[in-house]
Protein backbone atom coordinates (compact mmCIF):
# COMPACT_ATOMS: atom_id res chain seq x y z
CA UNK A 1 0.00 0.00 0.00
CA UNK A 2 0.96 3.36 -0.82
CA UNK A 3 1.72 5.98 1.92
CA UNK A 4 0.85 9.38 0.41
CA UNK A 5 2.37 12.84 1.10
CA UNK A 6 -0.50 15.04 1.13
CA UNK A 7 -4.20 14.27 2.20
CA UNK A 8 -7.18 16.56 1.65
CA UNK A 9 -9.67 16.17 3.47
CA UNK A 10 -12.89 18.47 2.78
CA UNK A 11 -15.72 17.59 5.29
CA UNK A 12 -17.35 20.51 7.93
CA UNK A 13 -18.05 17.83 10.25
CA UNK A 14 -15.24 17.97 12.97
CA UNK A 15 -15.98 14.57 14.88
CA UNK A 16 -15.37 12.53 11.06
CA UNK A 17 -12.34 15.09 10.49
CA UNK A 18 -11.17 13.71 13.96
CA UNK A 19 -11.80 10.13 12.85
CA UNK A 20 -9.74 10.26 9.37
CA UNK A 21 -7.05 12.47 10.70
CA UNK A 22 -6.93 9.70 13.58
CA UNK A 23 -6.63 7.04 11.47
CA UNK A 24 -4.52 8.51 9.06
CA UNK A 25 -1.91 9.07 11.99
CA UNK A 26 -2.06 5.47 13.24
CA UNK A 27 -1.51 4.10 10.52
CA UNK A 28 0.81 6.59 9.26
CA UNK A 29 -0.82 7.08 5.94
CA UNK A 30 -0.04 10.60 5.03
CA UNK A 31 2.90 13.02 5.99
CA UNK A 32 0.49 15.63 6.17
CA UNK A 33 -2.76 16.42 6.32
CA UNK A 34 -5.21 19.59 5.28
CA UNK A 35 -8.33 20.07 6.67
CA UNK A 36 -11.14 22.14 5.43
CA UNK A 37 -14.51 22.87 6.67
CA UNK A 38 -15.60 24.17 3.82
CA UNK A 39 -15.40 23.89 0.46
CA UNK A 40 -14.73 26.89 -0.79
CA UNK A 41 -11.62 27.62 0.78
CA UNK A 42 -10.44 24.35 -0.32
CA UNK A 43 -10.74 25.57 -3.57
CA UNK A 44 -8.88 28.69 -2.74
CA UNK A 45 -5.92 26.37 -1.55
CA UNK A 46 -6.44 24.09 -4.60
CA UNK A 47 -5.85 27.14 -6.96
CA UNK A 48 -3.13 28.40 -5.02
CA UNK A 49 -1.09 25.43 -5.64
CA UNK A 50 -2.02 24.58 -8.62
CA UNK A 51 1.33 25.32 -9.96
CA UNK A 52 3.06 23.57 -6.89
CA UNK A 53 2.77 19.55 -7.50
CA UNK A 54 4.59 18.33 -4.76
CA UNK A 55 2.39 20.45 -2.56
CA UNK A 56 -1.05 19.51 -3.98
CA UNK A 57 -3.41 16.86 -2.45
CA UNK A 58 -2.29 13.20 -3.50
CA UNK A 59 -6.18 12.33 -2.49
CA UNK A 60 -9.00 14.36 -1.18
CA UNK A 61 -12.04 12.54 0.81
CA UNK A 62 -15.12 14.73 0.31
CA UNK A 63 -17.83 15.39 2.11
CA UNK A 64 -21.69 16.33 0.05
CA UNK A 65 -24.09 17.95 2.49
CA UNK A 66 -22.08 20.97 3.64
CA UNK A 67 -23.75 24.66 4.22
CA UNK A 68 -23.07 27.45 1.63
CA UNK A 69 -20.91 25.15 -0.73
CA UNK A 70 -21.76 21.41 -0.87
CA UNK A 71 -19.36 18.35 -2.05
CA UNK A 72 -21.60 18.59 -5.83
CA UNK A 73 -20.78 22.32 -6.23
CA UNK A 74 -17.33 21.68 -5.16
CA UNK A 75 -16.82 19.10 -7.82
CA UNK A 76 -18.52 21.47 -10.79
CA UNK A 77 -15.91 23.84 -9.64
CA UNK A 78 -13.04 21.46 -9.47
CA UNK A 79 -13.69 20.38 -13.03
CA UNK A 80 -13.89 23.77 -14.63
CA UNK A 81 -10.01 24.14 -12.36
CA UNK A 82 -8.72 20.68 -13.05
CA UNK A 83 -7.12 21.34 -16.50
CA UNK A 84 -4.95 24.42 -14.63
CA UNK A 85 -3.85 21.72 -11.57
CA UNK A 86 -0.40 20.26 -12.54
CA UNK A 87 -1.74 16.83 -10.83
CA UNK A 88 -4.39 14.02 -11.35
CA UNK A 89 -6.17 13.84 -7.82
CA UNK A 90 -8.37 10.96 -7.00
CA UNK A 91 -11.43 12.18 -5.07
CA UNK A 92 -13.24 10.19 -2.47
CA UNK A 93 -16.98 11.13 -1.79
CA UNK A 94 -17.59 9.95 1.83
CA UNK A 95 -21.34 10.92 2.47
CA UNK A 96 -24.02 10.00 5.20
CA UNK A 97 -26.47 9.99 2.29
CA UNK A 98 -28.11 6.42 1.64
CA UNK A 99 -30.17 7.99 -0.95
CA UNK A 100 -28.77 5.96 -4.56
CA UNK A 101 -29.28 8.71 -6.45
CA UNK A 102 -26.45 10.58 -5.29
CA UNK A 103 -24.77 7.65 -6.03
CA UNK A 104 -25.50 7.51 -9.51
CA UNK A 105 -25.04 11.60 -9.83
CA UNK A 106 -21.72 10.44 -8.20
CA UNK A 107 -20.82 8.78 -11.32
CA UNK A 108 -21.49 11.50 -13.61
CA UNK A 109 -17.98 12.76 -12.45
CA UNK A 110 -14.46 11.79 -14.05
CA UNK A 111 -12.40 12.99 -11.18
CA UNK A 112 -14.71 11.03 -8.55
CA UNK A 113 -12.69 7.82 -7.86
CA UNK A 114 -14.91 6.69 -5.40
CA UNK A 115 -17.91 6.65 -3.28
CA UNK A 116 -18.27 5.95 0.07
CA UNK A 117 -21.25 5.85 2.83
CA UNK A 118 -20.41 6.36 6.54
CA UNK A 119 -19.82 5.85 9.18
CA UNK A 120 -15.82 5.98 8.55
CA UNK A 121 -13.85 2.93 10.32
CA UNK A 122 -10.80 1.51 9.49
CA UNK A 123 -11.84 -0.83 6.96
CA UNK A 124 -13.22 2.22 4.80
CA UNK A 125 -10.52 4.41 5.28
CA UNK A 126 -7.92 1.23 4.05
CA UNK A 127 -10.26 0.48 1.03
CA UNK A 128 -9.53 3.87 -0.24
CA UNK A 129 -5.84 3.80 0.13
CA UNK A 130 -5.74 0.75 -1.88
CA UNK A 131 -7.33 1.69 -4.65
CA UNK A 132 -4.87 4.58 -5.06
CA UNK A 133 -2.59 3.87 -7.76
CA UNK A 134 0.94 3.03 -7.15
CA UNK B 1 -93.15 52.68 -45.60
CA UNK B 2 -94.34 49.05 -45.57
CA UNK B 3 -95.58 47.45 -42.48
CA UNK B 4 -92.54 44.57 -41.38
CA UNK B 5 -95.16 41.97 -40.73
CA UNK B 6 -96.34 42.22 -44.55
CA UNK B 7 -93.14 42.32 -45.97
CA UNK B 8 -91.94 39.70 -43.85
CA UNK B 9 -95.07 37.30 -45.10
CA UNK B 10 -94.62 38.54 -48.76
CA UNK B 11 -90.83 37.53 -48.72
CA UNK B 12 -89.90 34.67 -46.77
CA UNK B 13 -91.41 31.66 -48.29
CA UNK B 14 -90.56 32.80 -51.75
CA UNK B 15 -87.20 34.17 -50.96
CA UNK B 16 -85.37 32.39 -48.82
CA UNK B 17 -86.68 28.65 -49.32
CA UNK B 18 -86.40 28.10 -45.94
CA UNK B 19 -89.63 26.18 -45.93
CA UNK B 20 -87.46 22.43 -45.47
CA UNK B 21 -85.20 23.82 -42.75
CA UNK B 22 -88.40 25.26 -41.22
CA UNK B 23 -89.90 22.68 -40.71
CA UNK B 24 -86.95 19.78 -39.51
CA UNK B 25 -86.55 19.72 -35.26
CA UNK B 26 -82.92 20.39 -35.47
CA UNK B 27 -82.37 24.06 -35.57
CA UNK B 28 -84.78 26.73 -34.23
CA UNK B 29 -85.67 29.55 -36.94
CA UNK B 30 -87.05 32.74 -36.40
CA UNK B 31 -87.52 36.06 -37.86
CA UNK B 32 -87.16 39.47 -35.74
CA UNK B 33 -88.17 42.77 -37.10
CA UNK B 34 -85.00 45.32 -36.90
CA UNK B 35 -86.33 47.01 -33.54
CA UNK B 36 -86.03 43.08 -31.93
CA UNK B 37 -89.67 42.06 -32.04
CA UNK B 38 -90.55 38.51 -32.69
CA UNK B 39 -92.16 37.97 -36.13
CA UNK B 40 -92.34 34.29 -36.50
CA UNK B 41 -90.57 31.18 -35.54
CA UNK B 42 -90.82 27.80 -35.63
CA UNK B 43 -91.87 24.90 -33.51
CA UNK B 44 -88.33 23.62 -32.60
CA UNK B 45 -87.40 27.56 -31.67
CA UNK B 46 -91.00 27.77 -29.55
CA UNK B 47 -90.27 23.85 -27.58
CA UNK B 48 -86.41 25.35 -26.47
CA UNK B 49 -87.79 28.40 -25.08
CA UNK B 50 -90.42 26.59 -23.54
CA UNK B 51 -93.46 28.56 -24.89
CA UNK B 52 -96.15 27.98 -27.82
CA UNK B 53 -95.65 29.79 -30.61
CA UNK B 54 -98.43 32.19 -30.87
CA UNK B 55 -97.05 33.36 -26.93
CA UNK B 56 -93.73 34.60 -28.69
CA UNK B 57 -94.84 35.93 -31.52
CA UNK B 58 -94.75 39.65 -30.65
CA UNK B 59 -92.38 39.18 -27.53
CA UNK B 60 -89.63 41.59 -27.60
CA UNK B 61 -85.86 39.99 -27.30
CA UNK B 62 -85.23 41.00 -24.09
CA UNK B 63 -88.24 39.35 -22.97
CA UNK B 64 -86.11 35.68 -23.02
CA UNK B 65 -82.57 37.14 -23.38
CA UNK B 66 -80.42 37.19 -19.68
CA UNK B 67 -79.70 40.80 -18.75
CA UNK B 68 -75.47 39.31 -18.42
CA UNK B 69 -76.00 39.32 -22.17
CA UNK B 70 -77.64 42.44 -23.13
CA UNK B 71 -74.47 44.59 -24.37
CA UNK B 72 -73.08 42.14 -26.38
CA UNK B 73 -76.07 41.24 -28.39
CA UNK B 74 -77.07 44.87 -29.05
CA UNK B 75 -73.89 45.49 -29.80
CA UNK B 76 -73.82 42.93 -32.48
CA UNK B 77 -77.09 44.05 -33.84
CA UNK B 78 -76.00 47.15 -34.22
CA UNK B 79 -72.74 45.66 -36.22
CA UNK B 80 -75.31 44.11 -38.31
CA UNK B 81 -77.42 47.16 -38.92
CA UNK B 82 -74.26 49.80 -39.60
CA UNK B 83 -73.87 47.02 -42.26
CA UNK B 84 -70.25 46.31 -41.22
CA UNK B 85 -70.96 42.58 -40.71
CA UNK B 86 -73.56 40.48 -42.79
CA UNK B 87 -73.92 37.41 -40.09
CA UNK B 88 -72.59 36.25 -37.18
CA UNK B 89 -73.11 33.47 -34.92
CA UNK B 90 -72.62 33.36 -30.88
CA UNK B 91 -73.16 31.45 -27.93
CA UNK B 92 -75.55 32.87 -24.89
CA UNK B 93 -78.15 31.20 -22.38
CA UNK B 94 -81.87 31.73 -22.91
CA UNK B 95 -84.33 32.08 -19.72
CA UNK B 96 -87.08 29.53 -21.13
CA UNK B 97 -90.80 30.20 -19.53
CA UNK B 98 -90.01 28.20 -16.51
CA UNK B 99 -87.36 30.03 -15.96
CA UNK B 100 -84.20 28.20 -16.08
CA UNK B 101 -81.63 28.24 -18.37
CA UNK B 102 -80.80 26.53 -21.83
CA UNK B 103 -77.48 27.23 -23.95
CA UNK B 104 -77.82 28.12 -27.22
CA UNK B 105 -75.96 28.88 -30.58
CA UNK B 106 -77.48 31.49 -32.38
CA UNK B 107 -76.53 32.28 -36.18
CA UNK B 108 -78.11 35.93 -37.02
CA UNK B 109 -77.95 36.99 -40.97
CA UNK B 110 -79.77 40.11 -41.75
CA UNK B 111 -82.16 40.57 -44.99
CA UNK B 112 -81.82 42.62 -47.45
CA UNK B 113 -84.12 43.97 -49.94
CA UNK B 114 -83.32 45.24 -53.38
CA UNK B 115 -81.91 48.94 -52.48
CA UNK B 116 -79.96 47.25 -49.87
CA UNK B 117 -81.75 47.92 -47.32
CA UNK B 118 -82.51 45.38 -43.64
CA UNK B 119 -85.95 44.26 -43.68
CA UNK B 120 -85.44 41.75 -41.01
CA UNK B 121 -83.29 39.03 -39.36
CA UNK B 122 -83.25 35.76 -39.91
CA UNK B 123 -82.01 33.74 -36.26
CA UNK B 124 -81.38 30.72 -36.36
CA UNK B 125 -80.77 29.14 -32.97
CA UNK B 126 -79.62 25.36 -32.18
CA UNK B 127 -79.40 23.45 -28.52
CA UNK B 128 -76.32 23.12 -27.15
CA UNK B 129 -76.80 22.92 -23.58
CA UNK B 130 -76.10 19.31 -23.18
CA UNK B 131 -72.98 19.83 -24.18
CA UNK B 132 -71.98 23.09 -22.83
CA UNK B 133 -72.88 21.82 -19.42
CA UNK B 134 -70.87 18.81 -19.84
CA UNK B 135 -67.65 21.29 -20.97
CA UNK B 136 -68.41 23.57 -18.06
CA UNK B 137 -68.50 20.66 -16.04
CA UNK B 138 -65.65 18.91 -16.70
CA UNK B 139 -63.87 22.19 -17.14
CA UNK B 140 -64.25 23.25 -13.97
CA UNK B 141 -63.48 19.17 -12.85
CA UNK B 142 -59.98 20.31 -14.85
CA UNK B 143 -59.02 22.95 -12.48
CA UNK B 144 -60.10 20.58 -9.47
CA UNK B 145 -57.73 18.04 -10.58
CA UNK B 146 -54.99 20.60 -11.93
CA UNK B 147 -55.13 22.03 -7.97
CA UNK B 148 -55.10 18.62 -6.39
CA UNK B 149 -52.12 17.50 -8.80
CA UNK B 150 -50.15 20.60 -7.72
CA UNK B 151 -51.04 19.70 -4.18
CA UNK B 152 -49.70 16.31 -4.45
CA UNK B 153 -46.64 17.43 -6.63
CA UNK B 154 -45.90 19.21 -3.40
CA UNK B 155 -46.05 16.71 -1.03
CA UNK B 156 -44.28 14.63 -2.70
CA UNK B 157 -41.45 17.24 -2.82
CA UNK B 158 -41.98 17.73 0.87
CA UNK B 159 -41.70 13.93 1.30
CA UNK B 160 -38.50 13.83 -1.22
CA UNK B 161 -37.16 16.54 1.17
CA UNK B 162 -37.70 14.70 4.58
CA UNK B 163 -35.88 11.37 3.27
CA UNK B 164 -33.36 14.01 2.03
CA UNK B 165 -33.01 15.16 5.46
CA UNK B 166 -33.09 11.76 7.48
CA UNK B 167 -30.31 10.76 4.98
CA UNK B 168 -28.41 13.77 5.80
CA UNK B 169 -29.16 15.21 8.89
CA UNK B 170 -30.07 12.59 11.54
CA UNK B 171 -27.78 9.92 9.69
CA UNK B 172 -24.79 11.89 9.44
CA UNK B 173 -24.88 12.47 13.11
CA UNK B 174 -25.23 8.73 13.93
CA UNK B 175 -23.25 7.76 11.75
CA UNK B 176 -19.94 10.03 13.84
CA UNK B 177 -21.08 8.50 16.71
CA UNK B 178 -20.43 5.00 15.30
CA UNK B 179 -17.41 6.27 14.08
CA UNK B 180 -16.18 7.54 17.15
CA UNK B 181 -17.02 4.32 18.87
CA UNK B 182 -15.48 2.08 16.47
CA UNK B 183 -12.22 4.28 16.15
CA UNK B 184 -12.52 4.12 20.53
CA UNK B 185 -12.62 0.24 19.96
CA UNK B 186 -10.03 -0.06 17.37
CA UNK B 187 -7.50 0.80 20.22
CA UNK B 188 -5.25 2.53 18.31
CA UNK B 189 -5.80 5.44 20.12
CA UNK B 190 -4.40 6.12 23.69
CA UNK B 191 -7.33 5.80 26.58
CA UNK B 192 -6.33 8.04 28.89
CA UNK B 193 -5.20 11.00 26.35
CA UNK B 194 -8.36 10.62 24.30
CA UNK B 195 -11.41 10.51 27.19
CA UNK B 196 -12.11 14.12 27.17
CA UNK B 197 -12.12 14.11 23.46
CA UNK B 198 -14.34 11.61 22.77
CA UNK B 199 -16.64 12.67 25.97
CA UNK B 200 -16.74 16.12 24.37
CA UNK B 201 -17.58 15.21 21.16
CA UNK B 202 -20.13 12.49 22.18
CA UNK B 203 -22.13 15.47 23.85
CA UNK B 204 -21.85 17.46 21.24
CA UNK B 205 -23.14 14.64 18.74
CA UNK B 206 -26.18 13.87 21.03
CA UNK B 207 -27.12 17.62 21.40
CA UNK B 208 -26.81 18.55 17.83
CA UNK B 209 -28.77 15.46 17.09
CA UNK B 210 -31.60 16.27 19.29
CA UNK B 211 -31.69 19.52 17.77
CA UNK B 212 -32.17 17.94 14.41
CA UNK B 213 -34.88 16.19 15.47
CA UNK B 214 -36.50 19.51 17.47
CA UNK B 215 -36.05 21.16 13.73
CA UNK B 216 -37.53 18.70 11.61
CA UNK B 217 -40.55 18.09 14.45
CA UNK B 218 -41.54 21.83 14.09
CA UNK B 219 -40.64 21.57 9.95
CA UNK B 220 -43.07 18.67 10.38
CA UNK B 221 -45.85 20.78 12.39
CA UNK B 222 -46.40 23.70 9.47
CA UNK B 223 -49.22 22.78 8.27
CA UNK B 224 -50.56 23.31 4.26
CA UNK B 225 -52.07 26.23 3.61
CA UNK B 226 -55.67 24.79 3.30
CA UNK B 227 -55.09 23.63 6.95
CA UNK B 228 -53.68 26.90 8.48
CA UNK B 229 -56.03 29.75 9.60
CA UNK B 230 -55.42 33.08 7.68
CA UNK B 231 -56.80 36.33 8.46
CA UNK B 232 -55.87 39.74 6.75
CA UNK B 233 -52.80 40.67 8.75
CA UNK B 234 -50.77 44.04 8.15
CA UNK B 235 -46.87 44.32 7.96
CA UNK B 236 -46.61 47.01 10.27
CA UNK B 237 -48.07 45.44 12.79
CA UNK B 238 -46.52 41.96 12.62
CA UNK B 239 -43.21 43.87 12.22
CA UNK B 240 -43.79 45.75 15.94
CA UNK B 241 -44.57 43.03 16.97
CA UNK B 242 -41.61 41.26 15.93
CA UNK B 243 -39.41 44.07 17.32
CA UNK B 244 -41.19 43.91 20.40
CA UNK B 245 -40.10 40.66 20.73
CA UNK B 246 -36.46 41.00 19.85
CA UNK B 247 -36.56 43.58 22.62
CA UNK B 248 -34.49 42.08 25.36
CA UNK B 249 -33.00 38.82 22.66
CA UNK B 250 -30.97 40.88 20.16
CA UNK B 251 -28.10 42.09 22.09
CA UNK B 252 -27.19 45.33 19.85
CA UNK B 253 -31.17 46.70 18.54
CA UNK B 254 -29.63 49.79 17.11
CA UNK B 255 -30.19 50.09 13.50
CA UNK B 256 -31.63 51.56 10.89
CA UNK B 257 -35.28 50.47 9.71
CA UNK B 258 -36.25 51.50 6.35
CA UNK B 259 -40.11 50.29 5.61
CA UNK B 260 -42.19 51.10 2.55
CA UNK B 261 -45.42 48.90 2.88
CA UNK B 262 -46.90 49.62 -0.69
CA UNK B 263 -49.01 46.20 -0.57
CA UNK B 264 -50.35 47.45 3.62
CA UNK B 265 -51.69 43.75 4.36
CA UNK B 266 -51.65 40.16 2.88
CA UNK B 267 -54.40 37.56 3.68
CA UNK B 268 -52.25 35.21 5.33
CA UNK B 269 -51.29 33.37 8.79
CA UNK B 270 -51.02 36.04 11.34
CA UNK B 271 -48.53 33.37 13.02
CA UNK B 272 -46.44 32.38 10.16
CA UNK B 273 -45.52 36.04 8.84
CA UNK B 274 -44.50 36.62 12.36
CA UNK B 275 -42.15 34.06 12.38
CA UNK B 276 -40.84 34.87 8.85
CA UNK B 277 -40.22 37.98 9.50
CA UNK B 278 -38.54 37.49 12.94
CA UNK B 279 -36.02 34.78 11.54
CA UNK B 280 -35.19 37.38 8.69
CA UNK B 281 -34.83 40.09 11.36
CA UNK B 282 -32.61 38.53 13.50
CA UNK B 283 -30.84 36.65 10.81
CA UNK B 284 -29.81 40.52 10.19
CA UNK B 285 -28.99 41.70 13.15
CA UNK B 286 -26.96 38.57 13.70
CA UNK B 287 -24.87 39.13 10.66
CA UNK B 288 -24.56 42.44 10.91
CA UNK B 289 -20.98 43.90 9.32
CA UNK B 290 -18.78 45.13 12.13
CA UNK B 291 -17.79 48.46 9.24
CA UNK B 292 -21.08 49.73 9.15
CA UNK B 293 -24.23 50.46 10.96
CA UNK B 294 -26.55 48.07 10.27
CA UNK B 295 -29.79 48.98 7.86
CA UNK B 296 -32.52 46.95 7.25
CA UNK B 297 -35.01 47.57 4.25
CA UNK B 298 -38.33 46.06 4.05
CA UNK B 299 -41.00 46.40 1.13
CA UNK B 300 -43.92 45.39 0.07
CA UNK B 301 -45.80 45.76 -3.08
CA UNK B 302 -48.49 44.28 -5.09
CA UNK B 303 -46.99 43.20 -9.25
CA UNK B 304 -48.86 41.00 -12.01
CA UNK B 305 -51.23 39.44 -9.30
CA UNK B 306 -48.32 38.39 -6.74
CA UNK B 307 -47.84 40.03 -3.48
CA UNK B 308 -44.03 40.40 -2.86
CA UNK B 309 -42.15 41.65 -0.28
CA UNK B 310 -38.00 42.69 -0.33
CA UNK B 311 -36.09 42.13 2.88
CA UNK B 312 -32.74 43.43 2.27
CA UNK B 313 -29.70 44.47 5.47
CA UNK B 314 -26.15 45.51 4.46
CA UNK B 315 -24.53 42.95 7.07
CA UNK B 316 -21.70 40.54 5.86
CA UNK B 317 -24.05 38.75 3.34
CA UNK B 318 -22.88 35.48 1.98
CA UNK B 319 -20.92 34.18 -1.50
CA UNK B 320 -23.86 33.03 -3.30
CA UNK B 321 -22.64 32.80 -7.02
CA UNK B 322 -21.44 29.25 -6.77
CA UNK B 323 -24.42 27.73 -4.71
CA UNK B 324 -27.41 29.29 -3.81
CA UNK B 325 -29.95 26.44 -3.00
CA UNK B 326 -28.14 25.13 0.29
CA UNK B 327 -28.70 28.96 2.25
CA UNK B 328 -32.65 27.34 2.87
CA UNK B 329 -31.39 23.76 3.31
CA UNK B 330 -31.17 22.02 7.17
CA UNK B 331 -27.67 21.61 7.92
CA UNK B 332 -25.74 19.49 10.41
CA UNK B 333 -24.98 21.57 13.37
CA UNK B 334 -22.09 19.77 15.64
CA UNK B 335 -22.21 22.74 18.28
CA UNK B 336 -24.97 23.54 20.25
CA UNK B 337 -25.76 26.72 19.65
CA UNK B 338 -29.54 26.75 18.49
CA UNK B 339 -29.11 29.85 16.52
CA UNK B 340 -26.40 27.91 14.05
CA UNK B 341 -26.82 28.59 10.29
CA UNK B 342 -28.88 27.16 8.80
CA UNK B 343 -31.70 26.51 10.99
CA UNK B 344 -33.95 29.88 10.57
CA UNK B 345 -33.54 30.30 6.87
CA UNK B 346 -34.93 26.42 6.61
CA UNK B 347 -37.84 26.97 9.05
CA UNK B 348 -38.38 29.80 6.93
CA UNK B 349 -38.44 28.69 3.37
CA UNK B 350 -40.80 25.81 5.25
CA UNK B 351 -43.38 28.42 6.04
CA UNK B 352 -43.28 30.32 2.61
CA UNK B 353 -43.76 27.15 0.85
CA UNK B 354 -46.56 26.07 2.96
CA UNK B 355 -48.50 29.01 2.16
CA UNK B 356 -47.75 28.52 -1.70
CA UNK B 357 -45.30 31.02 -1.73
CA UNK B 358 -41.66 31.29 -3.25
CA UNK B 359 -38.72 32.54 -1.27
CA UNK B 360 -35.34 33.41 -2.55
CA UNK B 361 -32.14 35.26 -1.95
CA UNK B 362 -29.39 37.66 -3.72
CA UNK B 363 -26.18 38.24 -2.15
CA UNK B 364 -22.92 39.63 -2.33
CA UNK B 365 -20.07 38.97 0.17
CA UNK B 366 -19.82 41.85 2.84
CA UNK B 367 -22.65 43.94 0.97
CA UNK B 368 -25.36 42.23 2.72
CA UNK B 369 -28.37 39.86 1.62
CA UNK B 370 -31.78 40.75 -0.05
CA UNK B 371 -34.51 37.89 0.33
CA UNK B 372 -37.91 38.10 -2.03
CA UNK B 373 -40.73 36.72 -1.15
CA UNK B 374 -43.33 36.00 -3.25
CA UNK B 375 -46.21 35.39 -1.06
CA UNK B 376 -48.89 33.81 -3.74
CA UNK B 377 -46.82 32.23 -6.08
CA UNK B 378 -48.85 28.78 -6.30
CA UNK B 379 -51.72 30.74 -6.91
CA UNK B 380 -50.13 31.59 -10.34
CA UNK B 381 -48.51 28.91 -11.68
Redesign the interface.
Known amino acids: MKIIENLCIID?????Q??IK??AK??ALAKHTHIFADA?SALEYLKSMSDNTPQLPDLIMLD???????GW?FLD?YQKLSPWINKKIPIFLI?????EEDKMKAKQYNDVAGFYI?????ELIMNIFHQLPN | MKDPKSIFINSVWKENKLEALYNTPLIGVAFSSKQGYVLELNQQYADMLGYTRRELVGTFWTDFSPPEYKELTLNLYHRLLKKEISCFTYEKEYIRKDKSRIWVEISVQSKKNEFDNIEYFIVLARDIDDRKKTLLKLDAEMKQNEALISKLKFQNEQLKEFANLISHNLRAPVGSMIGLLELYDSGIVDYKQSIGVFSEQYRNLTYSLLDTINTIGSALDIKDRSEVKKEKVSFKEILNTVIISLLGKAKDLDFDLITDFELEEITYSKSYLISIIQNLLSNSLKYRSTERKLRVEIKTYYTNEQEIMEFSDNGTGINLEQNSRNIFGLHKTFHTNKDSKGVGLFLTRKHVEAMGGKIFAESKQNYGIKFTLIFNYHENH
Not at chain 1, 12 to 16: F, G
Request: with cysteine; proline share 6%.
Open positions: DDRICFITYAKSINMPIMDSETSSIQKPINE
